[in-house]
């Protein structure tokens, strides 16, 4: 299977984990109604719902952030695929430690295997774009130029 294929479906389960993620969060936000939230923003006194609600908002900016990454090295993969190579074991590591601290600190098994799904498609992806960097300087012979 080619990276560019591989990079496209870790990018699409990203995208169904944090959209997950998104929904539910909202959803619970939402839950402690517009009076709860308006007291805690008048009070100017950061609580722990404020630091619950903006690292719930920041995970699904960083989901939305690998999401367009990794489908943006999809399309790097299909030209230059052996010089994405370190970002994509950056992915690996950022998404099995995101695994480690899910299943620690909430023991969550749905964001775990997601991270851990996309991690092995970013190693088969790792893999397949081994050697797959392309030249794109012209050969003599193709420039017309006569060998020496």
């Known amino acids: 299977m ?6 496209r479906i870790a990018c699409f389960l990203a995208l169904i984990q944090y959209a997950a993620h998104g929904s539910l969060f909202l959803i619970a936000a939402s839950t402690h109604g517009p009076g709860v939230l308006a ?7 950061h609580s722990y719902w404020d630091l619950y609600l903006g690292y719930g908002l920041m995970a699904i900016l960083s989901g939305v952030i690998e999401v367009v990454l990794l489908w943006q090295l999809s399309l790097l993969a299909k030209t230059d695929a052996e010089r994405i190579r ?3 074991a950056l992915f690996v590591f950022a998404n099995v430690a995101h695994a480690a601290l899910i299943w620690k600190y909430f ?12 991690a092995t498609l970013l190693c088969f992806a790792f893999v397949a774009a081994r050697g797959k960097a392309t030249d794109n300087s012209a050969s003599p012979q193709e420039l017309g130029a006569s060998p020496q």
């Open 107 to 118: 023991s969550l098994l749905a964001p775990v295997v997601f991270d851990l799904l996309i």
């Open 2 to 7: 080619k990276a560019t294929t591989i990079l």
């Open 86 to 88: 370190p970002m994509l």
């Open 39 to 45: 007291r805690i923003a008048a009070s100017r006194i």
